[in-house]
């Protein structure tokens, strides 16, 4: 029988459904090939057989009585190692948690384990969700499974390369300046952040609290779609007051005719300092692709997004401050020992607990709170964010869409990008998302011609009008499809247009046979 | 102007950061490569521009029953299960005021 990576996520639900096989062969068949890939790959933190193997038979036995299964039953989910679990830790890639239990679960997690998903690991990430490489994880790096002595993007990282290396079909991220959509586009998958407050935070740990959003990875868009479902499936979640109702209608949109509908360019984006040459052709080809479907290409402009970078290392710095300010070795986290006072406690605690670019971002933002400092940064970047939102606004009026690089290179090595402030500029096009809010995903269009690594395109749509992103999305998946004809093999050419982008070829049959 | 080390020292006491070794030099150097990153931000100031401190407009406290919420409440051992330092039902920290006090 086939390995489990050849199936997407709605085909492991049909296939348990109609007794093809069951969850728990789905479950020990994801298990293998993580044990069979992770070794090179490093996408978890922890793996979880005990907990997938119990949800595995709930799904089973529910069948077994003759009970309606839920949409996603049996599919194996990877959780970004900032939610909780409960019978996990929940560390985020930080000595400061390294033992912390998750007294819950998060309600993002527990819906999509409501809609049937078999929870088999806590995925890698950067520490605390800083970063944009997932090599500041305190605990180790990820590796890209598409060339290993690369990146999979970040902070996201683990999560990403868990679903490019047929680890799992689904897996959940956090995206707080392109923490989903970055690592997507370096890792051939596809990664989405929606509106903020249409998915809950509660139950994940807090970063940015007016930037974080939570979103699926999938191999194809049709599987980010039925995650998005399940994840707004509850209506508005009590226990988040930003957390919105939104209608479970996203797989609905995968068949979407978007001939005569517009897609906004932004000429300015595509002549950017630092965009690689086979980036911008690549999503040069994607605006063709969406045209050859039917939909109008229209320039748009974004006058005020050169302000996004520095407004987001405003806020986000002084909201991660304020969210850290928690972690003091009391409660909960590493606790320095032989303290003779509270203060030094909490000082050399915090010290040795974090690592150096949470302690980086803790400072800065810490400076920018402070008195008379505030008022200078603090305001004009909050102005920032009313003329970036105006700026979306008024873009929306002339498009349904906007298509973007979703990061301006391809996936970069290990060490390759020391300076942290040069790291910063790797979330050029993904971040003045989190400062307007509406949402974004990222969809494999191929590989780049120099680099021969995966390159991602972004689509943004207005706020709350996320079910476009599927729409244009599965339009540009089926547009590309023929990208991956190369990489797949002549005896599968052509089953882009059904599976997307392909795994990672380096892991794709290996361990995971489906028994 | 540039933060100097003694700017950055304020800094990290009032964060609860102790910084040590070669960490205040090179945190220094970071400080202050970020405020010039940050420095084109100043120019939106613009006293005609409302700021937008949140993606959702007209967002207002949410308020429920002041009662327990009896699903969502922590027995004694879960909330003390992750500290560090417990004694009885309480968190057990050091001195507050330090030894003189």
Same mark, same amino acid.
């Given at each position: 029988m086939a390995t489990l990576d050849t199936l997407t996520a709605r085909q492991i639900a049909a296939g348990v459904r109609d007794g093809a096989f069951s969850a728990t062969e789905v479950a020990r068949a994801a298990l293998d090939a993580i044990q069979a890939r992770?070794?090179? /790959?490093? @996408?978890?933190?922890q793996v979880t057989p005990e907990l997938a193997l119990e949800a595995a038979a709930r799904v089973d036995a529910a069948r077994a009585a003759g009970e309606p299964l839920p949409p996603l039953a049996g599919v194996p989910l990877a959780v970004k190692d900032n939610m909780n679990l409960a019978?996990?830790?929940?560390?985020?890639? %930080?000595r400061m948690l !390294?033992?912390? !239990? %998750?007294?819950y679960t998060a309600t993002c997690v527990a819906r999509m384990l409501d809609a049937g998903c078999v929870p088999v690991g806590k995925a890698n990430m950067d520490e605390f969700a800083f970063? *944009? %490489?997932?090599? *500041? *994880?305190a605990f180790h790096p990820t590796n890209?499974?598409?060339?290993?002595?690369r990146v999979p993007g970040g902070s996201s990282g683990g999560s990403a390369a868990a679903v490019a290396a047929g680890e799992v079909a689904l897996a959940l991220g956090s995206d707080t300046g392109g923490s989903i959509r970055q690592p997507a586009s370096f890792s051939g998958v596809v990664g989405m952040k929606p509106t903020?407050? #249409? /998915? %809950?935070?509660?139950?994940v740990v807090a970063f940015g609290s007016s930037l974080d959003q939570v979103g699926p990875f999938g191999r194809t868009v049709e599987d980010v779609a039925l995650a998005m479902d399940a994840l707004v499936a509850?209506?508005?979640?009590?226990?988040?007051?930003t957390s919105q109702d939104v209608p479970p209608r996203f797989a609905d949109a /995968?068949?979407?005719? $978007? @001939?005569?509908m517009r897609v906004g360019v932004i000429p300015a984006f595509m002549d950017a300092?630092?965009?690689?040459p086979e980036v911008r052709r690549a999503v040069e080809g994607a605006a063709h692709s969406l045209e050859a479907a039917g939909a109008e290409l229209v320039e748009v402009e974004?006058?005020?997004?050169? @302000?996004a970078i520095a407004a987001y290392y405003v806020i986000g710095p002084a909201e991660a401050f304020s969210n850290l300010a928690?972690?003091?070795? $009391?409660?909960y986290g590493y606790r320095e020992p032989d303290c003779a006072t509270l203060a030094a406690q909490s000082s050399l605690s915090r010290a040795h607990g974090f690592g150096a670019e949470a302690k980086r971002r803790q400072m800065l933002g810490a400076y920018l709170l402070s008195s008379g400092v505030y008022d200078k940064y603090y305001y004009a970047a909050q102005k920032a964010r009313t003329l970036i939102t105006e700026d979306y606004a008024r873009a929306f009026d002339r498009a349904d869409v906007l298509l973007m690089?979703?990061?301006?290179?391809t996936a970069f090595k290990?060490? !390759? $990008? *020391?300076d942290p402030t040069q790291m910063y500029l790797s979330d050029m096009y993904t971040i003045s998302l989190n400062i307007a809010g509406n949402g974004g995903i990222t969809v494999p269009v191929g590989l780049g011609e120099e680099s021969g690594l995966p390159v991602g395109a972004q689509l943004v749509a207005p706020a709350? #009008?996320?079910e476009r992103l599927i729409a244009f999305g599965a339009a540009l998946e089926r547009a590309c499809a023929g990208a991956w004809d190369a990489v797949r093999g002549a005896a599968a050419a052509g089953e882009g247009a059904r599976f997307g982008a392909p795994v990672a070829p380096a892991f794709a049959g290996k361990g995971g046979e489906l028994a | 102007m540039a933060l100097t080390e003694d700017d950055v020292r304020g800094i990290a006491d009032y964060a609860r950061i102790a910084l040590e070794g070669d960490e205040l030099a090179e945190m220094c150097a970071y400080m202050n490569d970020a405020v010039e990153m940050l420095e084109? =931000? +100043?120019?939106?100031? +613009?006293?005609?521009v409302d700021p937008t401190f949140?993606? =959702?407009?007209g967002l207002s406290n949410v308020m429920r029953d002041d009662a327990p919420d009896a699903a969502r409440a922590f027995t004694i051992d879960e909330a003390l299960g992750n500290a560090a330092s417990t004694r009885g039902r309480s968190f057990r920290v050091p001195s507050i005021l330090g030894e003189e006090a």
């Open positions: 992770d070794a090179e /790959v490093q @996408a978890f933190l019978g996990t830790r929940t560390t985020c890639a %930080s !390294e033992h912390y !239990e %998750s007294p970063g *944009s %490489s997932t090599d *500041s *994880s890209n499974p598409w060339d290993t002595a903020y407050g #249409a /998915v %809950s935070r509660y139950g509850g209506g508005r979640d009590p226990y988040d007051s /995968v068949d979407t005719d $978007i @001939a005569g300092d630092g965009l690689t974004l006058p005020h997004l050169d @302000a928690r972690f003091d070795g $009391i409660r690089p979703a990061a301006p290179r290990h060490g !390759e $990008i *020391s709350f #009008a996320d | 084109p =931000i +100043l120019a939106y100031n +613009l006293p005609d949140h993606p =959702i407009g």
